[in-house]
């Protein structure tokens, strides 16, 4: 186990920049002072940034990169660019044994793209999924995934992702038997498409994988504390994501044009401020920060490029969780009970 | 145009029932004098309630059905009864002439499938589809379909769904070209499945279809009153419409958690009353409900099981609306506009 993990961080990721970053791994160390962090991007900025972080200072090292990858660069030129831009050399100092975890906050498709060839899928996975924790009303969150790695998917491939998402539950929440159960259009097993029905057959068929399956479960209950672990092709799982952040955003904005619409009403809003605190801090989605690419042989997270530097401390929170939980070991491990069990077709090795 | 839309009731299908169901009727007759019903189901059981039903007696024949489709009945099962169910008779009413329109707030397996198998397709159609008029932060709703009724759909099924909404678009909301999206996990025409990316090449091709093709839409922007009408396979219509119902039900239930949790809490949401109002009425499922079956020879509405008296009005008004703007029709002529440009290949004929 790894004490004090050693994340390289891009430093030119998200919509501000450097020192939105420096500020998240400033909150990070607070909270967690066994941490180092290997900053990758341009010098002299990182330098200029260090200057006013000093804890940061105290606990990075800094790796020079020329350029950096745009948002609207696509995956196939960013991935020319893997060893002269902040995001590719953050994965690669992955790679190399430098860093026990990357985190950026640009580019999703590019650092996809980036990290699957660099870091290359654990044996037995063929597709790796991005991942995120969402909230519930019951006493833990909810791993999600794929939430948009891969558009299409087949049945093993739901099956791996299950394991992964198992294996993010056991490490993130301290589950044993973690609760799984697959996105569907209805609960029964006859319901959704064929890929999802013959995943839900192997799951059954596997007693001996540490995790607890629990059939299917509808879009509405994602949020009711009924699941550790909900698992979805990369397109249902992204529409699912976005319907539900969408319409919290919706109500919000509902909310504010309701409590301005009348005196009366900004005065309750006033007196009820402790209870859309509240509200406010269940909902805001930089508590829920850092989506991890679950897979690959080393691990990469993905900090929204809007996140605040509380965001961003708690990507940095995730990261170091999975480095001390060795989540790729523990995925590899129980892919490979899977595998004893349901040997990869010679076709697919 | 039919002035005065004939609406073959299920009388027995819903939570309630009968009492429920007239109820709705009363209240739809209140603000629409113009209508007439035939009601389904048991005999004694409807002529009991119509004698507190005044209203609705004098606009009402009655017709005897002796048996009830529950919702535990597979739709290959219902499909049997089609001649002695409520549900059944109430369709075969569409079917006969009897009725402009068939209500049912039962089984919408059952439903969909008996649908089918009655009214049969519109020439051009391969699939019928669910849709639904969905609230946004805009000046009209949003029809959405599919909404479940297809797991698997093709680019040609897409299409054909995009001209279903936009009929509806036009007939609902009274908009000349409706704004149509294709529901995606990104707007770029490269994103998303193979289907999606082929409908979105159909539809860009098609400019002479009475409807503006405006790309693709992703899912947290559906409620912002950006597109007229987003289209879907019926697997992903389901998941995104169930995810924004289970976090419109998620955040009501922190926010009732929230101001129960201080006596000042308390005291702000009673001052707060209206504003809270406000966001119900904007939120109340009851206020959209009544899904329509939509490419069939025929109107066949679902009404929400749950439905209160105001949402059955909701679902049969959207059924007098749709007989008046002759939606079948409506369809069916712009389907044929398609197919003369878009040939349907030998085979599928």
């Known amino acids: 186990v790894t004490e004090t993990p050693r994340i390289a961080i891009d430093a030119m990721g998200g919509d501000v920049g450097v020192s939105r970053m420096l500020d998240g791994a400033t909150l990070a160390l607070a909270s967690d002072p066994n941490l180092k962090f290997l900053l990758v991007g341009d010098q002299a900025a990182i330098d200029a940034a260090l200057a006013s972080h000093p804890a940061v200072r105290g606990a990075a090292d800094v790796l020079h990169a020329p350029e950096v990858i745009s948002g609207t660069d696509k995956p196939s030129q960013a991935i020319r660019r893997a060893k002269t831009t902040s995001m590719g050399l953050a994965i690669d100092a992955v790679k190399q044994g430098n860093a026990d975890a990357a985190l950026s906050a640009g580019n999703t498709g590019a650092l996809m793209a980036m990290s699957k060839l660099a870091l290359r899928t654990l044996p037995g996975i063929d597709r790796p999924a991005l991942a995120a924790l969402l909230p519930t009303l019951g006493d833990n969150d909810v791993v999600m995934l794929d939430l948009g790695a891969n558009t299409e998917c087949d049945a093993n491939n739901l099956v791996e992702f299950a394991v992964m998402g198992a294996a993010y539950a056991r490490a993130a929440m301290g589950l044993e038997r973690p609760r799984v159960r697959l996105l569907n259009i209805g609960e029964e097993e006859l319901k959704g498409t064929g890929e999802v029905k013959e995943a839900g057959g192997l799951l059954r068929d596997s007693p001996y994988l540490p995790l607890q399956f629990d059939g299917n479960i509808e879009a509405d209950r994602i949020g009711r504390g009924e699941a550790d672990v909900i698992v979805s092709d990369g397109f249902t799982g992204n529409i699912a994501l976005k319907s539900v952040e969408g319409t919290a955003r919706f109500i919000t904005d509902l909310l504010r044009r309701a409590f301005t619409s009348s005196l009366r009403s900004k005065a309750g809003f006033v007196l009820s401020r402790p209870a859309f605190h509240m509200l406010k801090t269940h909902l805001d989605p930089n508590n829920h920060n850092g989506a991890v690419f679950l897979g690959l042989n080393g691990i990469v997270v993905k900090s929204h490029g ?39 077709p010679a076709a697919a090795k």
């Open 306 to 344: 809007g996140a605040d530097a509380g965001g961003v401390a708690n990507a940095v929170g995730v990261a170091a969780k999975l480095v001390r939980a060795s989540i790729a070991k523990r995925i590899a491990d129980d892919l490979a009970r899977f595998h004893e069990h349901h040997p990869i």
